[in-house]
């Protein structure tokens, strides 16, 4: 095994893609990738929902108590700065973005911290609305465009958390440096 067997063992076992699960529509695709890519997938659910775990090795199901955001927390207490998390809740995407970690929508959409603040305002607005009694709408149903704009973002976020990971991993941790000049 060389020096590049290693590191690709590393970065592999560094970046895990989480799942908000309950309301995934693109979980099948996303094990189709993970698979792949060799990369580990975790589907976190509070069990609202029956979740069939698609009996690979690289998928674990995570089941958490039954409160309203047990989910998006037990996510946000795991995620990194080299992982990739898949959910349509815009606030646990923002929560994600603060650790540092990668979003991306069912739909395709990328979660970034210059997209995020529009989107958390326009969601305080449908609220909003609906506390007046406003009937607003929900989401779409996925079409085949949608999956396709999604398996692209989510290609392009897997390959920036690995990158990430790889540089991390070669990296030395400011405590493992050695500073030349004054001091003991």
Not at 4 to 19: F, G
Not at 120 to 149: C, N
Request: proline fraction near 6%; charged fraction near 20%; charge should be positive.
């Amino acid at each position: 095994m060389g020096m590049a067997d290693v590191l690709s063992h590393r970065v592999r076992s560094l970046t895990e893609i989480y799942v908000d699960g309950d309301a995934c529509p693109v979980r099948e695709e996303i094990y189709r990738v993970a698979t792949r890519l060799r990369l580990n997938v975790l589907v976190v659910s509070n069990g609202s929902r029956p979740i069939r775990p698609p009996g690979t090795t690289n998928v674990r199901m995570v089941l958490v108590g039954d409160s309203a955001d047990a989910a998006d927390d037990w996510i946000v207490e795991h995620i990194s700065a080299v992982d990739v998390c898949v959910t349509s809740d815009i606030p646990l995407a923002s929560r994600c973005l603060k650790k540092g970690a990668r979003v991306v929508s069912p739909t395709g959409k990328q979660w970034t911290q210059a997209n995020i603040g529009n989107a958390l305002a326009g969601r305080e607005i449908a609220q909003y609305l609906r506390e007046l009694g406003a009937t607003t709408r929900g989401p779409a149903p996925l079409t085949k465009r949608d999956r396709s704009l999604f398996l692209s973002a989510f290609d392009t976020a897997l390959q920036a958390a690995l990158r990430e990971a790889s540089l991390s991993a070669v990296s030395p941790q400011p405590s493992q440096l050695k500073y030349k000049g004054a001091g003991p």
